[in-house]
């Protein structure tokens, strides 16, 4: 018998019949003897919708207000489950995140997890009863709903699966686990079956959208297990402990089992970056925290920083990347700051992709960049700006090369299956 947190997002929860059809899937878990708690979205759309709301009754709304509002999608399916449930003849019951209490700090729309309660809530389920919570809330120290930001129902369930010490976190979605690339570009793309947490999480940071990026960095700090599987199975489908879902697991889990990995584990394509060339700027001590400074207290984030060597003249040009999204801000920001920054143009452009190959291997294995950089360019697609972490390269295109550039580079670091047409 195992302890299961499962996950189900909004597609999966959007109208009663797939409800029931969740439902199924949950009854059989318990069935096969495992203890199990379940987190669930609100119903697809409706978080907009609460959203709209909000901005229609006050475009500056009190951020405290705001998430009474939006909590309640996900009070609404935690309930119609938990209701679906007992139809089923199933013991089950509703836990919102004040009943646990799932506690959180002050930062209303975007509150940071503390400490969750589990007391009560394993004793419910030790007794064969489900638990089911509502995910993306919880409740401040002083005793408000606080919600974790959007896409932080993920970010529950690895909070509670960690709490109640769970053998592992299911999360269901619309796909039946994490691939090489987006299937819909490369049809030759892998479904793996293993992958680790850091992997994992730069998939998720450079525009992989299986999961939030905060959840990935939760379980891997945790040590939680976590499976991403798809709720749209047929209900005669065998246990999640057999389908073929994407486990992901710490590197020293999967060096004990695959032994010969493929060096690149997947490649990501993000098309919301926007980049932004600064020019003539002198080249002295503090020009580029003049930059840089006013744009981090905005809270807008930068991603690839290019410098160019100075010329003649002490001045040289500065080239950053921002979301697609704060693109205007950030302009509008260092145009008030021209004259303090001493820059003679800024060039905007919005017509780019980031391009990002990920694996463990660049870790001991030399030539990985190359063939990234040698395969782009045979086809005359130029590089703009160039980052890397420890396990990371990315680049920036043109944006509409982006659907070339990815199966070029799926092809080239022999990531295409095997036995697709």
């Not at 009943?99 to 007794?127: H, N």
């Not at 389908?243 to 020293?252: A, F, H, N, R, Y």
């Not at 690839?304 to 100075?310: C, F, P």
């Not at 005359?380 to 160039?386: D, F, H, L, R, S």
Request: hydrophobic residues 45%; charged residues 25%.
């Amino acid at each position: 018998m195992a302890r299961i947190v499962m996950k189900f997002g909004g597609t999966s929860m959007a109208g009663t019949e797939r409800i029931r059809r969740v439902a199924g899937i949950v009854k059989r878990q318990q069935e096969a003897g495992h203890e199990v708690a379940v987190v669930v979205s609100a119903m697809a759309g409706e978080t907009d919708r609460l959203v709209d709301f909000c901005r229609e009754a006050s475009p500056l709304y009190d951020p405290a207000e705001y998430d009474v509002v939006v909590a309640s999608g996900e009070q609404v399916t935690a309930g119609l489950l938990a209701l679906t449930l007992q139809a089923m003849g199933c013991k089950a019951r509703s836990w919102l995140g004040w009943q646990l209490p799932f506690r959180t700090d002050e930062a209303y729309s975007k509150a940071r997890i503390g400490d969750i309660e589990t007391q009560a809530l394993l004793a419910s389920m030790a007794v064969g009863e489900i638990a089911v919570i509502p995910g993306f809330q919880g409740v401040s120290s002083d005793n408000r709903v606080a919600t974790l930001g959007r896409g932080g129902s993920d970010t529950s369930a690895v909070a509670v699966a960690a709490a109640v010490k769970a053998d592992r976190c299911d999360i269901y979605t619309d796909v039946d686990g994490v691939y090489t690339t987006d299937p819909r570009i490369v049809a030759k793309a892998r479904k793996l079956n293993r992958i680790t947490y850091e992997e994992m999480l730069e998939l998720a940071s450079v525009g992989s959208k299986v999961l939030q990026t905060r959840s990935v960095s939760l379980a891997m700090k945790e040590g939680v297990r976590v499976q991403v599987l798809s709720s749209f199975i047929d209900e005669n489908a065998v246990p999640a402990d057999d389908l073929p879902g994407t486990m992901i697991v710490s590197d020293e889990e999967l060096e004990g089992i695959d032994m010969e990995r493929q060096l690149i584990t997947g490649i990501a394509a993000d098309k919301n970056e926007a980049k932004v060339t600064l020019t003539r700027i002198a080249d002295r001590p503090g020009t580029v925290a003049a930059i840089f400074g006013p744009l981090a207290d905005a809270s807008i984030n930068v991603d690839m920083i290019i410098q160019n060597v100075a010329k003649d003249k002490g001045e040289t040009d500065v080239t950053f990347t921002v979301p697609t999204a704060d693109l205007a801000r950030a302009t509008a920001l260092l145009e008030e700051r021209k004259e303090e920054i001493g820059f003679f143009r800024m060039i905007a452009d919005d017509n780019v992709a980031k391009i990002s190959i990920v694996g463990v291997g660049m870790r001991s294995h030399a030539g990985i960049a190359a063939t990234m950089f040698s395969t782009l360019a045979e086809r005359g697609i130029n590089i703009q700006a160039i980052s890397t972490s420890e396990i990371k390269i990315s680049v920036l295109i043109n944006a509409d090369e982006t659907e070339l550039a990815v199966r070029l580079l799926h092809t080239a670091y022999e990531l295409d299956a095997k036995d697709a047409a």
